[in-house]
């Protein structure tokens, strides 16, 4: 079973792993863990702690909280493999035999949610850049220009996507990031992978923000023995976080924009530890990842997530989880989940439905699929799924981020908007098809324009 190993090694080993010009190893700061093979190729990750307020309750993460990477705080994040044997057994007693040992975690495949070929788009890109009113957002200058896109999926055609869309496209290769199973293939370029499904995301991203500065992460992929050409594990993901982390650091506070779409998931409890385990996933707010998404909001980015393709209408029937299929960071608190419509505003049938398994409340909201756009998998195939749909909403999100970055709108406040203003399509308010409707861009500016004006 591949497992992430949180460890709390010496302080100066902590200080080590958090900085980003030291090179350390796993075997630096793990060697000898008993009955772990570890991953020698996975770069140790530091993993901030949570910070509650003055007063706060120091065990829970369902209040505001900071994130501290101080060497008295961090703990470090290998990954490695243990026998597939009672493997629940093992994990328990590796605290006892290394006491440095924090917390042993489920290491899950993630992978894409598909785009199923041969299904009939409803409409174009175009008619997206329409009912997203890209004309009115560009006319106020919310274009993207000057915000961080970073699209995790399986690498950019940033040529294929630039040609689609009949403009140039930026990608920001200092700012991109390969994890380490990508790199034995070779890696490809940045902006240069083969057209696929992330070219597909960042060219629907790019319908409202077409001036973004495109962070190419090739998540997807990471080879793993067994795996397919799409798929990685989540550990990379901590990983990729870990680097967006810097690149954040690196913008000036006052202009800090980076907008970080995920199209991919953990998509079945096989792949995860039984819920209710302290090492699982899909339930567990203090998993590794989850508080690396958590810190990564609380530092201005905007995380979106597709809600995913598990629905009740999906074709051949349902997957992965059988109920609450929104699980892990897909249904964060801190992230927005989005579900998928088609142009016509009609709930796309596999659109994962809530409740979410770490927030009762998602979808978020949903936003455009199922049109003929980045032609990344063929002519005549849609761009579809939640996959599309997330990447349409995290578009809008980096349009928004041109005049609003997040020390004017918190990533929290920004989700808010969006969830207020969104186009209500049930009669009850927030549902868990719908979650509290499809992005209405129109009602968000108006908004933010009232905001600046009782800031003035």
Not at 15 to 32: E, L, N, R
Not at 68 to 84: C, E, K, Y
Not at 342 to 370: E, I
């Amino acid at each position: 079973m591949r497992v992430m190993i949180q460890l709390r090694p010496s302080p100066d080993l902590v200080a080590a792993v958090a900085d980003p010009s030291v090179t350390a190893t796993a075997a630096d700061v793990a060697d000898g863990l008993p009955g772990v093979e570890l991953d020698a190729a996975f770069a140790p990750v530091a993993v901030p702690r949570p910070v509650p307020p003055a007063g706060g309750d120091p065990l829970s993460l369902n209040q505001p909280l900071d994130f501290s990477l101080a060497a008295g705080d961090a703990s470090v994040l290998v990954r490695g493999t243990i026998s597939d044997d009672e493997p629940a057994t093992r994990v328990a007693l590796l605290p006892t035999l290394r006491p440095d040992v924090a917390g042993v975690f489920s290491d899950p495949v993630v992978e894409s949610a598909p785009v199923r070929a041969g299904e009939t788009p409803a409409g174009d890109w175009h008619d997206v850049e329409r009912l997203l009113g890209v004309a009115g957002l560009h006319a106020e200058g919310l274009d993207g220009d000057g915000v961080a896109l970073a699209v995790l999926d399986t690498g950019v055609d940033a040529g294929h996507a630039a040609r689609r869309l009949g403009r140039a496209v930026t990608v920001d290769a200092a700012r991109c990031w390969s994890p380490p199973g990508v790199t034995g293939r070779p890696a490809p370029a940045p902006g240069e992978a083969a057209a696929g499904h992330g070219t597909m995301c960042a060219f629907d991203a790019l319908i409202a923000a077409p001036r973004a500065a495109l962070v190419d992460i090739p998540l997807l992929l990471s080879t793993r023995p067994g795996g397919t050409a799409t798929d990685g594990l989540l550990s990379d993901a901590v990983a990729a976080f870990a680097h967006l982390r810097a690149v954040l650091e690196a913008q000036p506070a006052e202009t800090r924009a980076l907008v970080v779409s995920n199209s991919w998931g953990s998509f079945s409890p096989e792949w995860d530890f039984p819920v209710g385990h302290p090492g699982n996933y899909s339930d567990n707010a203090a998993h590794p990842f989850n508080l690396m998404v958590a810190a990564l909001d609380r530092m201005g980015a905007d995380v979106v997530f597709a809600a995913g393709d598990c629905g009740r209408d999906r074709p051949g029937g349902r997957r992965g989880f059988p109920d609450r299929p929104i699980a892990g960071a897909n249904s964060h608190p801190r992230a927005l989940s989005v579900g998928g419509v088609d142009v016509n505003g009609a709930l796309v049938g596999r659109s994962s439905r809530g409740p979410g398994r770490l927030t009762a409340r998602k979808p978020d909201v949903c936003a455009y699929t199922c049109f003929a756009g980045s032609r990344a998998f063929g002519e005549g195939e849609p761009d579809g799924g939640t996959s599309a749909a997330a990447a349409v909403a995290a578009g809008l999100v980096a349009a928004v981020r041109t005049r609003w970055p997040a020390a004017r709108l918190s990533p929290a406040q920004l989700r808010a908007l969006l969830r207020r203003t969104a186009e209500d399509r049930s009669e009850v308010g927030f549902d868990y098809a719908f979650g509290y409707g499809t992005v209405d861009p129109a009602a968000v500016m108006a908004a933010l324009e009232r905001r600046s004006r009782s800031a003035a």
